[in-house]
């Protein structure tokens, strides 16, 4: 028999580990507006500069790239010296280089100030996500793992708002200016956020060199498997949003109507992490994947458009199926590392995942104008590719994900 909470589970974290989820949360809210603008102004980029699809989504390939960059320089900073200032520091460094492409005078200055931006976009995430899971309850791990990588949706919902309203108005250049706004909003966060306490010092040092990765025993090949499944989760989700404004704009939709969609895929996308989260809590980690991996397979000719008056059914399935598996991601990849190896270990596999995924917005466009398919058919074909594969690779994956996350310590 389970013994009944005496409290509910919101009263069980302390005030501190409120305000570092909140920390974490806010930061990835910020990041994800900062990071989709680009992807719903890149027709206006595209039209300014003289640049095809394909070049365009250069620069989203190499801001994932060096992601990778920022996640293991964060990861070490964050097990050396703790996790709060490595998080605070990349809000600024992020934000300031997207606000620096509103002065962009040509599409190679705007490669240039993305790529610098992706390593700050790395750092975030892992010392966020370190920051915020390792110390919260168990009981509710699984509900606060979908809530916390749900908010990408909540800044990407946010970036479709402002595009809507801001860039018919000012033009693209100052919807750059509105995401540069979070650099000030670190100071108020520096105060609020207290490093989480340090284990008691004891008579054995864990080993937390970069060595250790490869010399502690199971590691190595989580390391592995993890980037495998965020590789395949990465290239289902910029398959789906990498060139999804594009395929709006083809289909007839203005601005708000491009802001109408993205809304209610990214509503889906919240309703399905905190979902995911929650049943990978009492089902297991890969049931919360593999279920809606299947189904987003099967909805991918809704979400391109393929059925008459199915697009708006389209983009909420998108962020349901195609995107709200997410939310087990948090939990998932801290619960696979040691604690002595833990930030480092999240920041390898998730940025790890995103290098060859960082390629699949390019390789849609290439599809599309080089191979002659239609858009929306490379959208749909290797969005459903990645989708299945990850199904695939999920249910061979460590024993431990087939319980229930409760019961794993």
Avoid at 318 to 331: D, E, R
Avoid at 352 to 367: N, Q, R, W
């Amino acid at each position: 028999m389970v013994a009944a909470h005496p409290e509910p589970w919101w009263k069980e974290p302390s005030r501190d580990q409120w305000a570092a989820f909140g920390a974490a949360w806010f930061g990835w809210v910020l990041d994800a507006f900062d990071f989709t603008v680009f992807l719903l102004v890149m027709p206006d980029l595209m039209k300014e500069f003289g640049v095809t699809a394909t070049t365009t989504t250069l620069s989203i390939a190499l801001t994932l790239l060096v992601r990778l960059a920022g996640g293991v320089a964060a990861g070490w900073a964050a097990d050396r010296w703790g996790r709060r200032l490595p998080l605070l520091l990349s809000i600024v460094w992020f934000a300031a280089c997207d606000g620096a492409v509103a002065f962009a005078p040509s599409f190679t200055v705007v490669l240039v100030l993305r790529t610098l931006f992706g390593f700050g976009m790395g750092a975030e995430w892992t010392a966020g996500v370190t920051l915020a899971m390792e110390r919260w309850p168990q009981r509710s791990r699984g509900l606060a793992s979908g809530v916390l990588q749900g908010s990408w949706a909540v800044g990407y919902l946010l970036a479709a708002l402002a595009s809507a309203w801001v860039v018919p108005r000012f033009g693209w250049r100052a919807l750059f200016l509105v995401a540069a706004v979070p650099a000030v909003l670190v100071l108020p966060l520096r105060f609020l956020v207290k490093e989480p306490p340090r284990a008691e010092p004891s008579a054995t040092v864990p080993d937390t060199s970069f060595s250790a990765l490869v010399t502690t025993p199971g590691v190595l090949k989580r390391l592995a498997w993890g980037s495998g499944v965020l590789a395949l989760g990465f290239g289902g989700y910029y398959g789906l949003n990498g060139l999804y404004s594009t395929l709006l704009r083809g289909l007839g939709q203005d601005a708000s109507g491009i802001a109408f969609h993205v809304a209610l895929f990214n509503v889906g996308m919240m309703v399905g992490a905190i979902a995911c989260g929650t049943l990978a809590m009492k089902r297991g980690v890969a049931l919360a994947i593999i279920v809606p991996t299947v189904a987003m397979a099967l909805c991918t000719p809704l979400f391109v458009g393929a059925v008459p008056g199915a697009l708006a059914l389209g983009a909420f399935l998108g962020g349901l199926f195609g995107a709200g598996y997410s939310g087990t991601t948090p939990l998932l990849l801290t619960s696979l590392f040691p604690a002595h190896l833990r930030a480092k270990s999240v920041g390898l596999v998730y940025h790890l995942g995103a290098v060859p995924a960082a390629f699949v917005p390019m390789s849609i466009a290439a599809l599309s104008e080089k191979a002659g398919l239609p858009l929306a058919l490379a959208i749909g074909g290797v969005v459903a590719a990645c989708e299945l594969g990850l199904a695939a690779l999920v249910a061979f994956g460590p024993a431990e994900i087939h319980a229930p996350a409760s019961t794993v310590h």
